[in-house]
T-cell receptor
Framework: AQKVTQAQTEISVVEKEDVTLDCVYE???????LFWYKQPPSGELVFLIR??????QNEISGRYSWNFQKSTSSFNFTITASQVVDSAVYFC?????????????FGSGTRLSIRP | GAVVSQHPSRVICKSGTSVKIECRSL??????MFWYRQFPKKSLMLMAT?????????EQGVEKDKFLINHASLTLSTLTVTSAHPEDSSFYIC???????????FGPGTRLTVL
C-alpha cells in the first residue's frame, strides 16, 4: 500500500526563521515520484518540485530546499528565511513512476503560518 | 507549465439541484483526468479517474450515480453533482497529466456550496 505521512499538522514561525516540513512515505514500488505542492488560501495547488526515486540529490531553489533520503523514506522540505507569503498549506505526495496516468497519493498537509 | 482550467470557480445552489463542473486542459490533450474532493482543512481525496471515450473509474465509497463524470473529448472532463445536498458542499479539484511526463497539473478548483 502507498501512504504519505505529514506528522506536522500546523507550524507557526516568525518571519525570517527557517522551517522544515517533514514528509515520510511508504510504497512497494521500486520507482516512484515524490512531489511537494503549495496550496495558498485561494485554493489552487501550486507545483513546487518533483523528485524521481533514483535521484537522491538534494535540491535547492532559492529559499526552498528539499532533502530526499531513501534510507528513511523521507522527503523533507525546508524554507529558509521564511516570509509571510510562504503562509499556506503544503502537501507532500507520491505516485508510481512509468505512467503519467497514475493516481497521486497526498499526505494530510501541513498548515504553515508565518507571523510578521 | 501546462494549464488546466475549471469552471465555475465558485457555485452556490439549492438542495436538490444538479451542478456541472468543467475541467479543461488548455494547451495539451489529456486522455485521463482526475477528480479530487477536499473538505475544509483536509487533504485531497481522489474521487474518480476520468477516461476519454470510456467509463470513469470511481474510488471506493464514491457514488457513481451521484457524481457523474463525462470525458467527452481530449481536453474536457465534466463532473456533475446530481441532486446536490448540503453534505456535498466541498472544494472540487481536477488534474490532468501531460503525455510522457509524470507530473499532473491541477485546476484552480471549484468551491461548491449547497444550501
Amino acid at each position: 500500500a502507498q501512504k504519505v505521512t505529514q506528522a506536522q499538522t500546523e507550524i507557526s514561525v516568525v518571519e525570517k526563521e527557517d522551517v522544515t516540513l517533514d514528509c515520510v512515505y511508504e510504497t512497494r514500488d521500486t520507482t516512484y515520484y515524490l512531489f511537494w505542492y503549495k496550496q495558498p488560501p485561494s485554493g489552487e495547488l501550486v507545483f513546487l518540485i518533483r523528485r524521481n526515486s533514483f535521484d537522491e540529490q538534494n535540491e535547492i531553489s532559492g529559499r526552498y530546499s528539499w532533502n530526499f533520503q531513501k534510507s528513511t523514506s523521507s522527503f523533507n522540505f525546508t524554507i529558509t528565511a521564511s516570509q509571510v507569503v510562504d503562509s499556506a498549506v503544503y502537501f507532500c505526495a507520491l505516485t508510481p513512476a512509468g505512467s503519467s496516468a497514475s493516481k497521486i497519493i497526498f499526505g494530510s498537509g501541513t498548515r504553515l503560518s508565518i507571523r510578521p | 507549465g501546462a494549464v488546466v482550467s475549471q469552471h465555475p470557480s465558485r457555485v452556490i445552489c439549492k438542495s436538490g439541484t444538479s451542478v456541472k463542473i468543467e475541467c479543461r486542459s488548455l494547451d495539451f490533450q489529456a486522455t485521463t483526468m482526475f477528480w479530487y474532493r477536499q473538505f475544509p482543512k483536509k487533504s485531497l481525496m481522489l474521487m474518480a479517474t476520468s477516461n476519454e471515450g470510456s467509463k470513469a473509474t470511481y474510488e471506493q465509497g464514491v457514488e457513481k450515480d451521484k457524481f457523474l463524470i463525462n470525458h467527452a473529448s481530449l481536453t474536457l472532463s465534466t463532473l456533475t453533482v446530481t441532486s446536490a445536498h448540503p453534505e456535498d458542499s466541498s472544494f472540487y479539484i481536477c488534474s490532468a497529466p501531460t503525455s510522457g511526463v509524470d507530473t499532473q497539473y491541477f485546476g484552480p478548483g471549484t468551491r461548491l456550496t449547497v444550501l
